[in-house]
């Protein structure tokens, strides 16, 4: 497209330059020429290269609705809504189309100026030929010939300037996504003074973790999703993080049964528009109640600093994990999500992505989450091939492969995101058990209800 511009724009010169010597009066139109034709081919590149981008912009909702349809087709079809569907996909079309009109139009706008701007000059030369006396029939076809060609020369070059550009609007989004948008921060890890080496290499040991005002939002603007939250979890706890929905039953069963025997309880009321804290404290077990949709999940978020806090800090064994870098925070905890996630590749990449342990430790931990035999009768073993989002294992498959995922780290944290969420009461009893067994090497358990 660079090389079909450049020329286009030299045989407009060479064209001009010509015609001037065939008919020197011709130098008299020239600056006007240039002039209406700058003046013209800027609107038009200016107009064309902002509707081409509001093009591509309306043009992705179309692309997103038609894989949403793709990927929920079964719920499509058990609720009927497939009208609902293809009107969105009309809605989005017709959005799309308005732009493409006006690109079209723009391109009749231009070609119809650049048409009278060439018949001018054809007319002027046709003219000046006509009224010469002394000038050759040689010169004058040769001018009448080159003048006749620059209509189709200048609608060539500006066409080609214009799609050289709008095609540069994706390399100058390349760029503003590679060089302008807000990137993970990765500062190093603390390092000893004395001789240089990191001073993380067990951490964390206790697994305690601290809450100190610690406040989050998930951008500029919107409010406070974890406001003021101060929660002290001793290493060795296990905590449950339930929602509305679970804690009176959770409170009245602790209540009368446990309340005159065991446990001393204390409750701790935060002041925040968006939670409140509860907590019921035993030897190795305690609650946290915190009202739906005040923020259970955000914590997860945060101890993962996916969204950095606003203010306040979270300390795990006494380290500010603002101050690590991302890779030894997120290598140093283990998570079973609620919505199990497998990466393309094979089952020994997505249990192990970083080589660092043998087979047969992995056939051990795939075996205490019973998918040894599953895998073991595959071709390819540890080397079956799993496609994006997993989506050739079954969702009770991908939960236990997360689950063997968490127990080959052995992590001194575990958190869990309602990881029974989305599976049958089988995988969820044989979820429970192998929690209740196989994580206790885990000093603190974080579980969200």
């Given at each position: 497209?660079?090389?079909?511009?450049?020329?286009?724009?030299?045989?407009?010169?060479?064209?001009?330059?010509?015609?001037?010597?065939?008919?020197?009066?011709?130098?008299?139109?020239?600056?006007?020429?240039?002039?209406?034709?700058?003046?013209?081919?800027?609107?038009?590149?200016?107009?064309?290269?902002?509707?081409?981008?509001?093009?591509?912009?309306?043009?992705?909702?179309?692309?997103?609705?038609?894989?949403?349809?793709?990927?929920?087709?079964?719920?499509?079809?058990?609720?009927?809504?497939?009208?609902?569907?293809?009107?969105?996909?009309?809605?989005?079309?017709?959005?799309?189309?308005?732009?493409?009109?006006?690109?079209?139009?723009?391109?009749?706008?231009?070609?119809?100026?650049?048409?009278?701007?060439?018949?001018?000059?054809?007319?002027?030369?046709?003219?000046?030929?006509?009224?010469?006396?002394?000038?050759?029939?040689?010169?004058?076809?040769?001018?009448?010939?080159?003048?006749?060609?620059?209509?189709?020369?200048?609608?060539?070059?500006?066409?080609?300037?214009?799609?050289?550009?709008?095609?540069?609007?994706?390399?100058?989004?390349?760029?503003?996504?590679?060089?302008?948008?807000?990137?993970?921060?990765?500062?190093?890890?603390?390092?000893?003074?004395e001789n240089g080496k990191t001073s993380l290499k067990d951490?964390?040991?206790?697994?305690?973790?601290?809450?100190?005002?610690?406040?989050?939002?998930?951008?500029?603007?919107?409010?406070?999703?974890?406001?003021?939250?101060?929660?002290?979890?001793?290493?060795?706890?296990?905590?449950?993080?339930?929602?509305?929905?679970?804690?009176?039953?959770?409170?009245?069963?602790?209540?009368?049964?446990?309340?005159?025997?065991?446990?001393?309880?204390?409750?701790?009321?935060?002041?925040?528009?968006?939670?409140?804290?509860?907590?019921?404290?035993?030897?190795?077990?305690?609650?946290?109640?915190?009202?739906?949709?005040?923020?259970?999940?955000?914590?997860?978020?945060?101890?993962?600093?996916?969204?950095?806090?606003?203010?306040?800090?979270?300390?795990?064994?006494?380290?500010?994990?603002?101050?690590?870098?991302?890779?030894?925070?997120?290598?140093?905890?283990?998570?079973?999500?609620?919505?199990?996630?497998?990466?393309?590749?094979?089952?020994?990449?997505?249990?192990?992505?970083?080589?660092?342990?043998?087979?047969?430790?992995?056939?051990?931990?795939?075996?205490?989450?019973?998918?040894?035999?599953?895998?073991?009768?595959?071709?390819?073993?540890?080397?079956?091939?799993?496609?994006?989002?997993?989506?050739?294992?079954?969702?009770?498959?991908?939960?236990?492969?997360?689950?063997?995922?968490?127990?080959?780290?052995?992590?001194?944290?575990?958190?869990?995101?309602?990881?029974?969420?989305?599976?049958?009461?089988?995988?969820?009893?044989?979820?429970?058990?192998?929690?209740?067994?196989?994580f206790q090497k885990c000093n603190t358990v974080l579980n969200?209800?």
């Amino acid at each position: 497209m660079l090389r079909d511009t450049v020329d286009s724009f030299i045989r407009i010169v060479g064209t001009l330059i010509l015609v001037s010597i065939f008919t020197p009066w011709f130098l008299i139109l020239l600056p006007i020429v240039v002039v209406l034709f700058y003046s013209l081919q800027e609107k038009y590149r200016k107009t064309t290269r902002e509707l081409k981008r509001f093009d591509s912009t309306t043009r992705s909702p179309i692309y997103n609705n038609f894989s949403s349809c793709l990927n929920g087709m079964t719920t499509i079809h058990s609720y009927n809504q497939y009208n609902t569907w293809i009107d969105q996909h009309h809605d989005q079309s017709d959005n799309n189309f308005r732009f493409g009109y006006l690109v079209l139009t723009a391109s009749r706008w231009s070609s119809i100026r650049f048409e009278f701007i060439s018949h001018s000059m054809i007319a002027f030369v046709t003219l000046y030929i006509s009224l010469s006396s002394n000038m050759s029939p040689g010169l004058a076809g040769a001018a009448l010939m080159n003048i006749t060609l620059i209509n189709r020369s200048l609608m060539n070059a500006v066409r080609n300037y214009v799609q050289l550009e709008i095609g540069f609007n994706a390399v100058e989004r390349i760029e503003d996504y590679t060089n302008n948008l807000p990137q993970e921060d990765s500062k190093s890890d603390p390092v000893h003074e004395e001789n240089g080496k990191t001073s993380l290499k067990d951490w964390p040991k206790e697994g305690q973790i601290v809450f100190d005002q610690f406040q989050l939002r998930y951008r500029e603007g919107l409010p406070l999703v974890l406001n003021n939250l101060n929660v002290t979890i001793n290493g060795g706890e296990k905590i449950g993080v339930v929602g509305r929905k679970f804690f009176f039953f959770f409170f009245f069963f602790f209540f009368f049964f446990f309340f005159f025997f065991f446990f001393f309880f204390f409750f701790i009321l935060i002041s925040s528009t968006h939670s409140f804290v509860l907590f019921i404290s035993s030897s190795t077990r305690t609650i946290i109640y915190i009202g739906t949709g005040s923020g259970k999940s955000t914590l997860a978020l945060a101890l993962f600093r996916m969204i950095e806090g606003s203010s306040g800090r979270i300390m795990i064994d006494q380290y500010n994990i603002h101050h690590l870098s991302l890779f030894t925070l997120r290598n140093s905890i283990s998570i079973v999500p609620q919505i199990p996630t497998l990466f393309h590749g094979t089952i020994r990449y997505n249990l192990d992505p970083y080589n660092q342990f043998n087979d047969e430790y992995l056939w051990q931990c795939l075996e205490k989450c019973q998918l040894k035999k599953i895998i073991f009768k595959k071709k390819k073993q540890l080397y079956s091939t799993v496609e994006v989002g997993g989506i050739n294992w079954s969702v009770g498959q991908r939960q236990l492969i997360c689950l063997a995922r968490a127990l080959v780290k052995e992590s001194k944290i575990l958190i869990l995101d309602e990881c029974s969420a989305s599976v049958d009461s089988k995988t969820d009893q044989l979820l429970q058990m192998m929690i209740r067994k196989e994580f206790q090497k885990c000093n603190t358990v974080l579980n969200i209800i």
